[in-house]
């Protein structure tokens, strides 16, 4: 008798535990209205070093009853006479609750080095790992992965590549800078400066249509957008 009413209030309890956890972390969001209406489910670049194709780079989104889930994956390869000297690869796996990160996985593979970076919500603040050192980030923050143009609004963001978080100031670029080829027609140029160093546009959507930074060994890479002249249906 007794079990069968504990049985009855713990079921009771779970039960409102998991409806309210639906109700923090759910579709029903002002980022996953955003991110239906604006990606639908991927976005999919070219990546160029110095004007030749060199990879590429695909985020997919999951909207649902459980949050956001985006999943950022980019493969770059560099051959030299067609002998394979340079490899990169970067795979980036977050899930959103509203408005905010939930946590976070990322994997870098630079040449065969690897290098892992984990985040997750730790009360009221976010817990980052990596390589064994643990630090704290503000429960706002966001990551470079740039599909998200509130991060134009942050002076941090967490590096997903270095796993580091990185103080920056986000201003639009100067004249000339509006437009990058192939990227859609209106696209806003946004530099950032400080720890980070890179150029980001969006549409007037908000819709993330290009990036470009400089590597280690001073080439240009660029993000071209597959197919961001036209609103996605």
Request: aromatic content about 10%; glycine content about 10%; charged content about 20%.
């Amino acid at each position: 008798m007794h079990l069968a009413r504990l049985g009855f209030l713990v079921a009771l309890f779970l039960g409102v535990s998991v409806s309210s956890f639906a109700k923090t972390c759910s579709s029903a969001s002002d980022l996953g209205d955003f991110v239906i209406a604006t990606y639908g489910d991927r976005i999919e670049f070219d990546v160029l070093r110095n004007g030749k194709t060199i990879g590429e780079h695909i985020t997919t989104f999951d909207v649902g009853t459980d949050g956001i889930r985006v999943l950022s994956r980019m493969q770059l390869g560099i051959t030299v006479f067609y002998i394979p000297v340079y490899r990169f690869a970067y795979e980036s796996r977050s899930h959103w609750c509203g408005e905010r990160l939930r946590e976070l996985d990322a994997e870098v593979s630079d040449n065969g080095e690897i290098s892992k970076t984990a985040v997750a919500m730790a009360g009221d603040a976010l817990k980052i790992e990596r390589n064994g050192i643990v630090v704290e980030g503000p429960a706002d923050l966001i990551p470079t992965d740039h599909w998200n143009p509130r991060v134009l609004a942050r002076s941090a963001v967490l590096n997903t590549i270095t796993g580091r978080l990185n103080a920056v100031t986000i201003e639009r670029c100067g004249a000339g800078s509006e437009l990058i080829e192939s990227a859609a027609p209106r696209g806003q140029c946004y530099e950032y400066a400080g720890d980070l160093q890179t150029r980001v546009w969006y549409d007037p959507a908000g819709r993330w249509v290009g990036l470009e930074f400089k590597a280690t060994d001073g080439s240009a890479i660029s993000y071209v957008c597959r197919a961001c002249r036209a609103n996605p249906t």
